[in-house]
């Protein structure tokens, strides 16, 4: 079997696994309360230090190497009552409030190695659409990644890494 992508046959879960891992990292190392949960709609599970909320996350990680989409938005999911209705199933089961989380490992319009974090209530990212968007995104271009660090609903991180070409 020939892989014709970048990364190996299982690259996308890989990535998918790292991203969940990533923000249970980034969420203890400030105090959350965490767990990685294998349910329909969300990943994990986190409880605030201070307000004791509770969250349930659905992560969407995505690795974007190609030059074409530096900068591009990012598919997460299908604006539809059936995709929402996951999430909002699951939160409704735990009893949390709806999270997004997107990773996305990605050069900078600049050619820097990033890897960003973002943490969201789901009504939030919603909001951040209009109604009828077919398919809701994540924009990754400078001006919305400025728009993020504006926008005290949304949580970010950002990794700067060297390297690569192991091959």
């Known amino acids: 079997m020939k892989f014709k992508?970048?990364?190996?046959?299982?690259?996308t879960k890989i990535v998918g696994d790292?991203?969940?891992?990533?923000?249970l990292y980034w969420l203890s190392k400030h105090g959350y309360e965490c767990a990685h949960i294998d349910h329909v709609g969300i990943d994990l599970i986190a409880t605030h230090p201070g307000s004791g909320?509770?969250?349930g996350i659905?992560?969407?990680s995505r690795d974007i190497q190609r030059p074409k989409?530096?900068?591009?938005?990012?598919?997460?999911?299908?604006?539809?009552k059936k995709e929402r209705d996951k999430i909002d199933s699951a939160c409704e089961a735990f009893a949390c409030i709806p999270y997004l989380a997107v990773v996305v490992d990605q050069n900078t319009e600049q050619h820097e190695k990033k890897i960003h974090g973002?943490?969201?209530p789901v009504q939030h990212f919603l909001a951040m659409h209009p109604p009828n968007t077919k398919i809701l995104s994540w924009k990754m271009n400078d001006?919305?990644?400025?728009s993020y660090r504006q926008d005290d609903k949304v949580k970010m991180f950002v990794c700067?890494?060297?390297g690569g070409g192991w091959l």
Do not use: C, P, Q
């Open 18 to 23: 790292f991203g969940e891992h990533l923000i």
């Open 160 to 162: 700067d890494y060297e």
């Open 58 to 60: 659905s992560v969407k």
């Open 143 to 146: 001006k919305a990644l400025e």
């Open 5 to 11: 992508g970048k990364g190996g046959l299982r690259h």
């Open 118 to 120: 973002f943490l969201t």
């Open 53 to 55: 909320e509770r969250l």
């Open 69 to 80: 989409s530096i900068g591009a938005a990012i598919n997460i999911m299908k604006n539809t």
